[in-house]
């Protein structure tokens, strides 16, 4: 089993910055893909990034590239989301997730995914 928890969201101006943590507990192996995705209001769960436990590569969904960074910390056990820039398009519950298979490839899926946080509510304002 593994448990993952977000936290950081709030609420932030148009062109401000927040940093998302997704802690993760339980059983971790280091061969698997971590993935940040978004659900706005009304529209299906995307992907926003993604990285390799341990290393190897990191993807962007090409509406953040640029803007917003995903990293680690192994010794937290815990995923970061660093967001800039925001933009009130943004607006959304953003989650983290364990890849259901190892790393091999990259994973932009919703079904390459078989664990969940509960979400953490980002709100940007205009």
Request: charged letters at 20%; glycine letters at 12%.
């Amino acid at each position: 089993q593994v448990q993952l928890a977000e936290s950081g969201g709030g609420l932030v101006q148009a062109g401000g910055s927040l940093r998302l943590s997704c802690a993760a507990s339980g059983r971790i192996f280091y061969y698997y893909v971590m993935g940040w995705f978004l659900q706005a209001p009304g529209q299906e769960r995307e992907f926003v990034a993604g990285l390799r436990w341990n290393g190897g590569w990191i993807n962007y969904a090409d509406s953040v590239k640029g803007r917003f960074t995903i990293s680690k910390d192994h010794t937290k056990n815990t995923v970061y989301l660093q967001m800039n820039s925001l933009k009130p398009e943004d607006t959304a519950i953003y989650y983290c997730a364990k890849s259901r298979l190892y790393g091999d490839q990259v994973y932009r899926a919703i079904g390459d995914y078989d664990y969940w946080g509960q979400g953490t509510q980002d709100t940007v304002s205009s």
